[in-house]
T-cell receptor
């Protein structure tokens, strides 16, 4: 069966530190992958999506970047975190046409 | 461009009462519409989705939604609220193109009182 893994679950990082969040999918190949951020009162904002290895599309200008080094791996990164990067980050993949499954999320607090 | 508007950021109902969460969409192409539920500090769980088949869609936990093209709406309903329904609910839209992401509304928090 297909599953999506996202880690860590929670993270507290100081301002200016680097960030790496990882998302992996099992049980499928060539999935469409997405990173969303959820900030209080703002719903879910699409950050990046990828339709294949090395193919990244960015939806909003920001302090973050994404990479897809392997077919089922999607990484969200930052070289220097800002306070405004705090939020709940969700990875998702699209399957069977129009189904989307979400990971359990990472709560990032930048202090 | 596509967008979703959820009317009411917070809805309160009594246990056993009707739940109605409103969602209106904007899309220049035939949309595919979704409702997700999120419990605190958890990911999103799919309640139901409309993908151009039956306009009345039944989902999990007794929820259903009706796609009304003339009103550009996809409201979520449940006849009788349970305490366990208290959560945040998101309406989302996408369309028929490879790689397209879900575009979400800002969410509606549902509170259920006894």
């Amino acid at each position: 069966s297909q599953t999506i893994h996202q880690w860590p679950a929670t993270l507290v990082q100081p301002v200016g530190s680097p960030l790496s969040l990882e998302c992996t999918v099992e049980g499928t190949s060539n999935p469409n992958l997405y990173w969303y951020r959820q900030a209080a009162g703002r719903g879910l904002q699409l950050l990046f999506y990828s339709v294949g290895i090395g193919q990244i599309s960015s939806e909003v200008p920001q302090n973050l970047s994404a990479s897809r080094p392997q077919d089922r791996q999607f990484i969200l990164s930052s070289k220097k975190l800002l306070l405004s990067d705090s939020g709940f980050y969700l990875c998702a993949w699209r399957y069977l046409g129009y189904g989307y499954t979400f990971g359990s999320g990472t709560r990032l607090t930048v202090v | 461009a596509q967008s979703v508007t959820q009317l009411g950021s917070h809805v309160s109902v009594s246990e056993g009462a009707l739940v109605l969460l409103r969602c209106n969409y904007s899309s220049s192409v035939p949309p595919y519409l979704f409702w997700y539920v999120q419990y605190p500090n958890q990911g999103l769980q799919l309640l139901l989705k409309y993908t151009s088949a039956a306009t009345l869609v039944k989902g999990i936990n007794g929820f259903e939604a009706e796609f009304k093209k003339s009103e550009t709406s996809f409201h979520l309903t449940k006849p009788s609220a349970h305490m366990s329904d208290a959560a945040e609910y998101f309406c989302a839209v996408t369309f028929n193109q490879a790689g397209t992401a879900l575009i979400f509304g800002k969410g509606t928090t549902l509170s259920v009182s006894s």
